[in-house]
């Protein structure tokens, strides 16, 4: 559906977007994920026809799209901040891009009226849009884009002004709008976990370049260097010199010990010799009283304790190396929660590590 071949975007002598190869496919939830300032909204734009290339090729379902205005494109676009007119009514908003359109008055009723059930607001249309919630303007933006039956919807951030719940609510239905109405969503956020809970695929930006489209379960599990390693959920990373082994390699890892590692955890060009190795925290284990012996086991004192009611998460100094580690555990019934500076065994996994080069910028 979407096609981007060598596309670069100056402004004067600032280089926003660096040569970008993409394409995403037909009834994709896509997202643009990245630091703010990496190029994901300008891709968006122009994407959408708001901003023009330097160079290179936009082709929108097999049509070169290059000097073709925003609003000829088979495309439409949430913003924001919504743009919602405050002075019209919910059903007036929604079948404003309507205006033109040769249907007539009962076709454009019945019209805005399957928009407004789509995305879950029959019987609002007469309601006065500036008496509406964060998540109900939302949802009139919505409407109002998906009324017209674009190829393409794109999404910048349209989830960053709603609080923490209401936003999971309206991830939830994002992508069960989605499915139904089938057609490629492409969202622009900043937010890791919005974009491995709502994409097929994802797109990790970082200043103008994409350097790794992936599905989320791969660019959690197996980023391709130690940014996006970092950059992606919580990370632990500890000195480690990698030599080499019968079946793979053998990692030293300071805090932690011994490992044996597979061709496929080395990642990102790491190689014989000095290296960082990442972990990420629900693969590691505080060990209580009563539980199970492991394997692999390492000592530390704990060192913070944040509690989240469902989760409680560590920072635990391991024994020989400066490095804290972040540990996630389950706060299930009858398990403590363990103070500060207490002393404690930490259970890991061969399988969870991944080496990273030791000059890796982080």
């Known amino acids: 559906m979407i096609s981007l071949t060598g596309v670069n975007k100056h402004y004067g002598g600032y280089h926003a ?39 290179g090729t936009v082709m929108i379902d097999g049509n070169d799209v290059g000097g073709v205005p925003a609003n000829r494109r088979p495309t439409n676009m949430v913003f924001q901040s919504y743009a919602i007119f405050p002075h019209l009514t ?27 059930e789509m995305v879950g607001l029959s019987g609002f249309g007469p309601r006065a849009a500036h008496a ?34 209401l936003r999971e609510q ?35 930006m970082f200043e103008g370049r994409i350097v790794q489209v992936d599905g989320p379960e791969t660019i959690y599990r197996r980023p391709v260097d130690r940014r996006v390693a970092d950059f992606i959920g919580v990370m632990n990373f500890l000195p480690a010199a990698i030599s080499d082994g019968e079946d793979g390699y053998v990692a030293e890892i300071g805090g932690l010990g011994r490992a044996e590692l597979s061709v496929g955890q080395l990642l990102g060009g790491a190689t014989v010799g000095n290296a960082v190795v990442g972990i990420r925290p629900e693969t590691m284990e505080i060990l209580f009283e009563g539980d199970p012996p492991r394997r692999r086991v390492a000592e530390g004192t704990v ?36 103070d500060v500076g207490v002393r404690t065994r930490v259970a890991w996994d061969a399988e969870s590590v991944v080496a990273f080069p030791a000059g890796d910028a982080g």
């Not at 239905?173 to 994409?199: K, Y």
């Open 90 to 116: 919910v059903e007036r908003n929604v079948g404003f891009g309507l205006r033109r359109s040769p249907m007539d008055k009962v076709e454009k009723a019945r019209a805005v009226g399957e928009a407004l």
């Open 17 to 55: 977007l660096r040569d970008i190869d993409l394409d995403i496919a037909g009834g994709e939830f896509f997202s643009l994920l990245g630091p703010s300032g990496c190029g994901k909204t300008t891709l968006l734009r122009t994407i959408a026809g708001f901003e023009d290339p330097s160079s």
């Open 132 to 165: 509406l919630s964060g998540g109900q303007r939302q949802r009139v933006a919505l409407a109002r884009a998906l009324i017209l039956k674009p190829k393409v919807l794109l999404l910048d951030e349209p989830l960053s002004a709603l609080d923490k719940k």
């Open 170 to 204: 309206m991830q939830v239905e994002l992508i069960r709008l989605q499915r139904q109405v089938g057609i490629t969503f492409i969202l622009v956020t900043h937010d890791q976990e919005e974009a491995l809970i709502m994409s097929d695929r994802i797109a990790v």
């Open 303 to 338: 060192d913070e304790v944040v509690y989240y009611g469902d989760m409680t998460y560590y920072d635990v100094r391991l024994d020989g190396v400066e490095n804290r580690v972040t540990i996630s555990m389950k706060n299930i019934f009858g398990r403590p929660v363990l």
